[in-house]
């Protein structure tokens, strides 16, 4: 073994001997390399940090899950080594990744935070409400030169005392400046902020639930009407009922609510919402709403608000004597059939979506001719041999006087109200019908007729032919005639009789619409 050069022997390294000489060079520059701290490598700076793909951010995080089974994956990302030659991995030690939101700083305490990936199993954060920073320390994390990983932050509640429903916590991680890495390794390059979008919603992800929705049974002009919570109440996994919110959508048409379109499950509990009823003539009144409570959660019946109904007994015509009522479709069918119980059918099923409609059952009639029908033998309103009654549209305006004004040419009122009461935009029913109510390019037919919504003349029956019935259109309903009063109990005045038939057709709307909604 070659003896090593002592220290004097290297202060001089003179050229004594050629083997003294050789030995002096290396150790000096040995030396020279540990002084410096210039690696044997060259390194890239090629280390990324992206976003990933198999986490769909902002994911909530229910209080319902407490374990570290039930936990949730709350963030994903990507780190990556670019290969860009030096043949090292990307070894990284520690990940610092900050939080903000809408939550208390303390908040994040409840959560028990964990990083899972190929490296790093389950490896528990510790989170500083002082510096707003959830680290993972000590991680083994290594990319191989040119390879990549994926890693994932997932969550669950340790105590939920102390979270206030509906905040929200977002993570951001920077790869440049938020990773340590250990060497030897590859060097972070500049990265962007990638963060779990608008944050994790704490504590509830679940919109409320609507519990009773009864509606109300009034009698015309009645003010005060109370809506309690046995007629209309919501619930909520976490929200109170101060924190659950009703937003009316479209109001009653026919009346108005005490505490206008926004008002509170507390405020029903309290007895604070009420229905002042209009005089007027209509049976159809109510409102559609949605449901949201602290967290934000919106519950709107998928996309079709909810609705809730008054049933009206009336004290004018439409209580005392027997009438008829009318509406436009909202919904629409072809006009191929030939066969008249076919549009009859439609008519009934777009009826029967409206509570105050459906308790009448099936007694409505579409108002169209096909070349066996005429449009005013189907619908009982010949004038020649049906008696007339006032026929009304479903909001209360009266449409005809009877069965001769429907067909005289001329009619009260544009015959533009749907099922549920509201005014139709322009439109162009399937009638097949001409102006007298008998047959005129009738349906089933490669030409047919249509009307106009928006006329008082005949044309509201007989505007156009078409020659598309394949195509999507409305269709006009008819009631049968409702009432009259019995003509059985002679031994009551006229008056008498009158109001005895307003009461007991009321009441058996209002029995089957309880029953219906």
Same mark, same amino acid.
């Given at each position: ?70 936990? #949730?994956?709350?963030?994903?990302? $990507?780190? /990556? &080594?670019?290969?860009?030659?030096? *043949? =090292? %991995?990307?070894? !990284? ?29 389950? #490896?528990?954060?510790?989170?500083? $409400?002082? /510096? &707003?920073?959830?680290?993972?320390? *000590? =991680? %083994?994390?290594? !990319? ?37 890495? /250990? ?5 972070? *390059? ?49 929200? *109170? ?277």
């Amino acid at each position: 073994m070659l003896p090593f050069p002592d220290s004097r022997q290297l202060s001089r390294c003179e050229p004594g001997s050629n083997l003294r000489l050789i030995v002096c060079t290396i150790f000096l520059a040995c030396l020279f390399v540990l002084v410096s701290g210039v690696p044997a490598q060259a390194q890239d700076s090629d280390g990324n940090l992206t976003a990933a793909s198999g986490v769909l951010e902002p994911v909530p995080l229910p209080f319902s899950v407490d374990s570290f089974q039930e936990a #949730v994956a709350l963030f994903d990302f $990507r780190i /990556s &080594d670019g290969g860009g030659g030096d *043949g =090292l %991995p990307l070894n !990284v030690s520690e990940i610092r990744i900050n939080v903000s939101g809408t939550s208390r700083d303390d908040e994040p305490s409840s959560i028990i935070w964990q990083l899972g990936g190929p490296d790093a199993s389950n #490896v528990t954060g510790i989170y500083n $409400r002082g /510096s &707003d920073l959830l680290v993972f320390s *000590g =991680l %083994p994390i290594s !990319v191989a030169d040119g390879g990549a990983e994926l890693y994932t932050v997932y969550g669950h509640f340790n105590d939920t005392s102390g979270v206030t429903p509906g905040v929200t916590v977002i993570l951001s991680v920077d790869g440049d400046t938020d990773l340590t890495v /250990s060497p030897p390794t590859t060097a972070m *390059g500049n990265t962007f902020v990638i963060t779990n979008g608008t944050g994790t919603i704490l504590g509830d992800a679940t919109p409320p639930t609507l519990d009773a929705n009864t509606g109300v049974d009034l009698v015309e002009g009645d003010l005060g009407v109370m809506i309690d919570n046995t007629m209309l109440a919501a619930s909520d996994e976490t929200s *109170g009922p101060a924190g659950l919110i009703y937003t009316v959508l479209s109001p009653p048409a026919n009346g108005s609510l005490s505490l206008g379109t926004s008002f509170s499950q507390a405020d029903i509990n309290a007895g604070l919402l009420s229905y002042d009823s209009l005089d007027g003539t209509s049976i159809v009144d109510g409102f559609t709403f949605q449901i949201e409570d602290a967290a934000g959660n919106v519950n709107d019946n998928g996309g079709a608000a909810f609705r809730f109904s008054m049933g009206i007994t009336l004290l004018g015509d439409l209580g005392g004597a027997p009438y008829r009522l009318a509406f436009v479709t909202s919904a629409s069918t072809d006009g191929l059939s030939s066969n008249i119980a076919d549009y009859n059918a439609f008519v009934n099923s777009v009826a029967s979506s409206v509570p105050e409609l459906a308790m009448l059952g099936n007694r409505w009639k579409a108002i169209v001719s096909t070349d066996s029908v005429d449009a005013r033998d189907n619908t009982d309103t010949n004038p020649a041999s049906d008696p007339g009654v006032p026929i009304y549209l479903v909001d209360g305006s009266l449409l005809a006087m009877d069965n001769a004004d429907l067909w005289d040419g001329i009619i009260q009122v544009p015959f533009d109200v749907q099922e549920n009461a509201t005014t139709s935009t322009a439109a162009f029913p399937y009638t097949g019908t001409a102006s007298d109510g008998t047959a005129e390019s009738p349906l089933g037919e490669s030409i047919v007729m249509l009307g106009g919504t928006e006329a008082t003349t005949g044309a509201w029956i007989e505007m156009f032919t078409w020659g598309s019935p394949e195509a999507p259109g409305r269709v006009y309903a008819i009631s049968e005639t409702l009432g009259p009063p019995p003509t059985a109990v002679p031994s009551l005045s006229a008056r008498a009789l009158a109001l005895l038939g307003m009461l007991l057709v009321a009441g058996a709307l209002g029995q089957s619409a309880s029953r219906d909604r």
